[in-house]
């Protein structure tokens, strides 16, 4: 009879592997929420500074009035960089990236009324490659400016 009035105390080794199971089933898909959210976070701040690194780009390229003088141009940077052109060094060393910049005669415009080629409206493009987790990237940033005269100049933007 004092066998069965003698309550049980221990845990038994499948009870233990129960537990463990039943917290694995409830912890992993929150541990996967978190390093997926960390990740979209991470890589939503490299396109930002990609994005401030071409428009630092672009807006060093429109003040630079010999870069104009020289047309068509095609550099790549930070490889032909002699103008102050560049982009962070985080984003070459860790990233590889590289940036293409080319300003050339907008195709593809006309003078309104006449049909004839636009000739003093320049198209300028920069494009930001690099490498995320084995997997290349790209973003590009495109500008147009008209040139009235070598007086007065506009620009307007277009984002891709």
Do not use: C
Not at 53 to 58: E, H, R
Not at 81 to 99: F, S
């Amino acid at each position: 009879m004092s066998i069965l009035k003698q309550s049980r105390k221990a845990v038994t080794f499948v009870e233990i592997l129960l537990a463990i199971f039943i917290i694995g089933v409830g912890v992993l898909p929150v541990l996967t929420l978190f390093m997926t959210g960390t990740r979209t976070i991470e890589s939503g701040g490299l396109i930002f500074q990609v994005a401030v690194a071409a428009q630092n780009i672009m807006d060093t390229v429109r003040s630079d009035t010999f870069l104009w003088q020289g047309l068509p141009v095609d550099i790549t940077i930070p490889s032909d960089n002699d103008r102050g052109l560049y982009l962070p060094a985080e984003l070459v060393k860790k990233y590889k990236a590289y940036a293409k910049l080319k300003i050339d005669v907008a195709k593809g415009h006309t003078i309104l009324r006449t049909g004839e080629p636009e000739e003093n409206l320049y198209q300028i493009d920069i494009k930001v490659h690099w490498e995320e987790n084995g997997i290349k990237k790209n973003y590009s940033l495109t500008n147009y400016r008209a040139n009235i005269n070598w007086q007065t100049m506009k620009t307007s933007t277009r984002f891709n």
